[in-house]
């Protein structure tokens, strides 16, 4: 299975946070901005950007001196043992972050051995998950997290996938043509979201964006009721500028 998608925003950010991760561990006792920035050659407003974005997510802390350590996520994440379980809780804390931040339920998902399989999820009262009324893993053609892993495949790979899942019609909105399905997943730009408007569930609009590195297909999505779907394009920019923490997890 070969991927068609280009690197994206998320994609770079992971990779410049996995560069200066690489030298905090290197040096136990500690190291400056300044030291960092000159190490990584990131300039200095994408270096605090990153720096924010790591100490929120528990991967480095600052100590006294105002020098950076390895922080508890990293080496829960580091261990061997127990390193599964420290991935989904270091992930559900990301998700849960991101729902409170998006107004939102968020999810991940990968797509693994042909199918599409959402892993994760954060919701809430406010923020009510997806009625699963018809197997994601059927209705890929319907829904954001569907044509966001679809997407990240070759063109092959997508006709065999919808070889073995037909595209029933699950509402008004939904595409049911593979020829059109296939021309609009070719014509989606990687760094633009998906959205569903109401493709799979009537009341719902979903939105997703890719989170994949290397040969693992990912996605990271959000729903919002239908009475707030003035709110979905500008929370679907927001959480395409938010996947940089998923995908770091997923990296490491």
């Given at each position: 299975?070969?991927?068609?998608?280009?690197?994206?925003?998320?994609?770079?950010?992971?990779?410049?946070?996995?560069?200066?991760?690489?030298?905090?561990?290197?040096?136990?006792?500690?190291?400056t901005?300044?030291?960092?920035?000159r190490?990584?050659?990131l300039?200095?407003?994408?270096?605090?950007?990153?720096?924010?974005?790591?100490?929120?997510?528990?991967?480095?802390?600052?100590?006294?001196?105002?020098?950076?350590?390895?922080?508890?996520?990293?080496?829960?994440?580091?261990?061997?043992?127990?390193?599964?379980?420290?991935?989904r809780?270091?992930?559900?804390?990301t998700?849960?972050?991101?729902?409170?931040?998006?107004?939102?339920?968020?999810?991940?998902?990968r797509?693994?051995?042909?199918?599409?399989?959402?892993?994760?999820?954060?919701?809430?009262?406010?923020?009510?998950?997806?009625h699963?009324?018809?197997d994601?893993?059927?209705?890929?053609?319907?829904?954001?997290?569907?044509?966001?892993?679809?997407?990240?495949?070759?063109?092959r790979?997508?006709?065999e996938?919808?070889?073995?899942?037909?595209m029933?019609?699950?509402?008004?909105?939904?595409?049911?043509?593979?020829?059109?399905?296939?021309?609009?997943?070719?014509?989606?730009?990687?760094?633009?979201?998906?959205?569903?408007?109401?493709?799979?569930?009537?009341?719902?609009?979903?939105?997703?964006?890719?989170?994949?590195?290397?040969?693992?297909?990912?996605?990271?999505?959000?729903?919002?009721?239908?009475?707030?779907?003035?709110?979905l394009?500008?929370?679907?920019?927001?959480?395409?500028?938010?996947?940089?923490?998923?995908?770091?997890?997923?990296?490491?």
């Amino acid at each position: 299975m070969a991927l068609t998608h280009e690197p994206t925003a998320p994609y770079h950010s992971a990779q410049d946070a996995l560069r200066v991760l690489e030298t905090v561990a290197r040096r136990s006792a500690g190291v400056t901005d300044a030291e960092l920035a000159r190490r990584t050659g990131l300039r200095a407003e994408r270096l605090t950007a990153l720096l924010r974005m790591l100490r929120r997510e528990g991967y480095v802390e600052q100590i006294t001196d105002g020098a950076y350590v390895a922080g508890a996520a990293l080496a829960r994440l580091g261990a061997a043992h127990g390193r599964e379980q420290a991935l989904r809780e270091t992930l559900q804390q990301t998700l849960n972050r991101l729902r409170d931040s998006l107004g939102a339920a968020v999810y991940i998902s990968r797509y693994v051995d042909g199918e599409v399989r959402v892993t994760q999820y954060a919701a809430g009262p406010s923020t009510p998950a997806v009625h699963e009324w018809v197997d994601f893993r059927v209705s890929a053609h319907a829904h954001a997290v569907g044509k966001s892993l679809l997407g990240q495949l070759d063109h092959r790979a997508r006709r065999e996938h919808l070889a073995r899942y037909k595209m029933p019609r699950l509402t008004s909105r939904t595409i049911t043509s593979d020829k059109v399905l296939l021309s609009r997943l070719e014509a989606q730009p990687p760094t633009v979201p998906v959205l569903d408007l109401q493709e799979y569930a009537v009341g719902t609009v979903c939105a997703a964006v890719p989170i994949t590195a290397g040969s693992a297909v990912g996605a990271l999505a959000l729903s919002l009721p239908v009475a707030h779907a003035h709110r979905l394009r500008q929370a679907a920019e927001k959480l395409n500028r938010s996947a940089a923490p998923v995908l770091l997890s997923l990296t490491i």
